[in-house]
């Protein structure tokens, strides 16, 4: 058996983490140029670490049945804006309020998850593009429901929430009622820094039900239906039955994170928070080193470290780097959406080698393909 | 060797499992809307006539806190709001001197349904109460 070189193995290892790496030297410099305090981005870093987490966590178990980048996970954060929406109706506050939330936000996710699964197996293989464009047809059902059923057909109560015409939600809703209530929930403050506790055990507790769950005969079955469709259906195992489970539970738990990001904001933007929950969080995946087909929870912490350190630092660094902060603003929406395209383009070029290297193995050759 | 439960049992399992998840959830649901439904009390400083049928007069000046929320400032005749969370509160009421200073201070337990519709609460009515 060949061992690999001291020089190949970095290199190999650069290959592999390229978009980590290229995301830590950018924030670095940013960081030189921005001029923040490192208590500041410490406690930046935190606070976008417990608001995140839960939402870029939700995406691991679709990647591990095989199905991609969960776009539909927008779903998922539409049903938690709904269950936050009768919650702020009936005025229930606190830890009891996110609770409710979570509960009214579970059926409907379920039956949000369970949709968009039997209809990602009818599109086996371009899960990706159909969950994003399922995600803007569901967009369009939800605007339709919470702009015209709420308040008439829904009964809404608080004519603060209510458009003035008697029907329909106000653009923003105010969270007050639950705004920092998992943050603070258990008080920590080290060296001025403030930590959300509570809410990073709550993580703690989603990343050891997500090690628990791969080693379950479900989790097992997922992984096999990930790693090749026909073999695991030979195997006797229903896959599309797998297929459409890790894409429910995605769902519910994208409901959660959305709780939880919201009680961390304090505002519901009715019309447009959920818009963007799918693509900040799959950007945070991607950049934290992770691939369409393989995720694990280290690159999920990574991902969001960096990817919302460049959210902290671009702006400033742009401030004094050429006198305009729009224009770090520019340059991070570039990069973060360019990671994106070169993830999934690296993606699909690693799939390519992998079947050229297959055929070639096939047919004897040694060197394979490239 | 025994034997092995039929499919219409292992059915007729599952239902009753899925049945008492979502009965205890629905439980759950309804414990966190009791427990978190939050009241905007409207609290009051009115002169007021006892059981006795005795005139009792507003008191001077009062600050009122529920449950260690904020505290409400209440001069004579005066009114203000103040929230309440869950079914059953502790109300601190700190009579003030006339520098603002508090003098004697009381607490009363109260449960949301002991209040009428619109939730108006009469704080002298509750200082003499909580005597």
């Not at chain 2, 049945?19 to 427990?35: D, K, P, R, S």
């Not at chain 2, 806190?65 to 400032?73: A, K, L, R, T, Y």
Request: charged share 15%; proline share 2%; hydrophobic share 50%.
């Amino acid at each position: 058996m060949k061992t690999m070189s001291g020089g190949n193995a970095v290199k190999l290892f650069c290959m592999r983490n390229a978009v980590p790496i290229v995301f830590l030297v950018v924030s670095a410099i940013g960081i030189y140029y921005s001029q923040f305090t490192a208590e500041y981005l410490i406690q930046e870093m935190l606070t976008r670490l417990a608001r995140n987490s839960f939402l870029v966590l939700s995406l691991l178990i679709p990647i591990m049945a095989g199905m991609g980048l969960n776009f539909g996970m927008v779903l998922g954060a539409m049903a938690g804006q709904i269950g936050l929406i009768f919650i702020s109706d009936w005025n229930v506050a606190g830890l009891y309020g996110m609770t409710l939330a979570a509960l009214i936000a579970t059926p409907i996710a379920i039956l949000f998850g369970w949709m968009c699964g039997v209809v990602l197996n009818k599109a086996r293989g371009r899960e990706m593009v159909t969950s994003y464009i399922l995600g803007f047809f569901m967009n369009g059902v939800y605007q339709l429901a919470v702009l015209y059923g709420f308040g008439s057909l829904v009964p809404i109560v608080n004519p603060e929430l209510v458009l003035s015409r008697g029907y329909g939600i106000r653009n923003v809703t105010n969270l007050d009622n639950i705004r920092g209530t998992l943050d603070n929930a258990i008080e920590v403050e080290i060296m001025g820094i403030h930590i959300p506790l509570a809410t990073f055990l709550l993580i703690a507790v989603f990343c050891l039900f997500i090690v628990w769950f791969r080693r379950t005969k479900l989790g097992q079955d997922m992984r096999a239906t990930g790693q090749d469709l026909a073999v695991a259906h030979s195997a006797g195992i229903p896959v599309m039955r797998t297929r459409i489970i890790s894409i429910v539970i995605s769902t519910v738990l994208a409901a959660y994170g959305q709780i939880i990001f919201l009680q961390n904001v304090g505002t519901l933007n009715t019309y447009n928070s959920h818009e963007q929950a799918g693509v900040f969080a799959i950007a945070s995946l991607l950049v934290g080193g992770a691939t369409v087909a393989r995720a694990s929870i280290l690159n999920v912490f990574t991902g969001v470290l960096l990817f919302h350190l460049m959210f902290v630092v671009s702006p400033m660094a742009g401030k004094y780097l050429v006198g305009d902060a729009q224009i770090g603003e520019y340059f991070r929406v570039f990069v973060c959406y360019a990671i994106i395209s070169l993830a999934l383009v690296l993606h699909a070029w690693r799939r390519h080698a992998d079947k050229e290297r297959a055929r070639a193995a096939l047919r004897g050759e040694s060197g394979g393909a490239a | 060797m025994s034997q092995l439960p039929s499919r219409r049992h292992v059915i007729l399992k599952h239902i009753l499992v899925n049945c008492i998840l979502i009965a205890l959830l629905i439980a759950l649901g309804v414990w966190c809307y009791t427990q978190g439904k939050t009241y905007k009390l409207s609290l009051g400083n009115y002169a007021f006539t006892g059981a006795d049928g005795q005139d009792y007069p507003a008191l001077e000046a009062v600050e009122v806190s529920i449950d260690g929320n904020e505290p409400v400032f209440l001069l004579e005749d005066d009114s203000g709001t103040g929230d309440a969370t869950g079914r059953r509160h502790t109300m601190l009421i700190e009579l003030l001197d006339e520098n603002d200073k508090p003098i004697e201070s009381r607490t009363i337990q109260f449960n949301i349904a002991d209040l009428n519709d619109k939730l108006d609460v009469n704080v002298a009515e509750l200082w003499l109460k909580a005597k």
